[in-house]
């Protein structure tokens, strides 16, 4: 059955995301939200920008294992916000939820969200590789003409977007246009984390046979003003990640995340204005096992044994 709030009706429901819900955590006795919220990610999928009717199994639960992992791997230069994904020590007040949350939920500090989209891109895809095409720069980045889809750039850049409501672009910024909204001391800290989170993840999936062509993170101020990596961090939602071996400039790669479904839907006819088409049986199969190996090469780890530790 779908994840839905609905089925939390005790808990206060904050948000919906494309992908994900979001509650408020009462503190213990207080009957009041406190510093905790739970995320819980859904097996929805989105193309640009909207949700489709179809789910992938087990998306959700892929999606928090790896970025559970990725918290891990990270957490020597920036702080993570999650708490615990136990669900055995989650506060009791979840303990009626504990089967429709197993595997998929996490228990995080409240932030306070920097309202920007932050980027780095180590290759030239998406929507830079559409600006580049248009004016030869990307968020006030130039690059040296002649590039193709997929070329590695010279170094990665740093590519602030807005934050967008659901049903609407993300827009790509300047650095400029960031430090007018949050001031230089925080647009120079939050660059400095996200092409610092970009390094150590890319030699990691290049470790693993894997590139890293961009990704998006988001950071948060928690209750005592600490700067923390918050939402979800590199999964195949937030980031384009290639096969090394298949890496081949010039043309769309194969990849481990939901381009799949993108050129599926490029070449179905679909004016890209919801409902979305249902997806075929076969595509659901392939971007499951998308995700399933995007979790397994970047973390060594089996799927199946997390769903079973879960």
């Known amino acids: 059955m779908p994840l839905a709030p609905q089925q939390f009706a005790g808990l206060t429901h904050l948000a919906s995301g494309k992908v994900r819900e979001l509650f408020a955590v009462e503190d213990a006795g207080g009957g009041r939200p406190g510093d905790k919220v739970l995320l819980v990610a859904s097996d929805r999928i989105s193309a640009f920008d909207v949700v489709l009717p179809t789910e992938i199994p087990d998306k959700g639960a892929v999606l928090t294992a790896l970025s559970l992992w990725w918290f891990e791997q990270l957490a020597d230069i920036v702080p993570g916000h999650v708490l615990s994904s136990r669900v055995q020590d989650y506060p009791a007040e979840l303990a009626a939820y504990a089967d429709a949350l197993r595997g998929r939920s996490m228990l995080c500090r409240r932030l306070d969200m920097v309202p920007v989209e932050c980027v780095a891109r180590g290759y030239l895809t998406g929507s830079g590789l559409a600006d580049y095409r248009r004016t030869g720069s990307v968020s006030g980045h130039l690059l040296p003409p002649g590039l193709g889809d997929g070329d590695r750039l010279p170094e990665p850049i740093y590519t602030p977007s807005t934050k ?34 970009y390094e150590l993840a890319s030699v990691i999936g290049r470790g693993r046979g894997v590139l890293l062509a961009d990704t998006k993170l988001e950071f948060g101020h928690d209750s005592d003003g600490v700067l923390r990596l918050g939402d979800e961090v590199l999964t195949p939602d937030s980031s384009r990640f290639w096969p090394a071996d298949a890496w081949e400039p010039g043309r ?42 995007a979790y397994e090469r970047l973390t060594g780890r089996s799927f199946d044994d997390y769903l079973r530790a879960a």
């Open 252 to 293: 769309s790669q194969p990849s481990f995340d939901k381009q799949y479904v993108r050129d599926w839907l490029a070449g179905s006819g679909w004016d890209r204005r919801p409902p979305g088409p249902r997806l075929p049986d076969h595509v659901v199969e392939q971007t499951r096992a998308r995700y399933v190996e």
């Open 164 to 197: 967008a409501p659901q049903g609407e672009h993300d827009e790509n910024i300047s650095r400029e246009d960031v430090v007018e909204r949050i001031g230089p001391a925080l647009a120079k800290e939050i660059e400095r984390l996200t092409l610092d989170v």
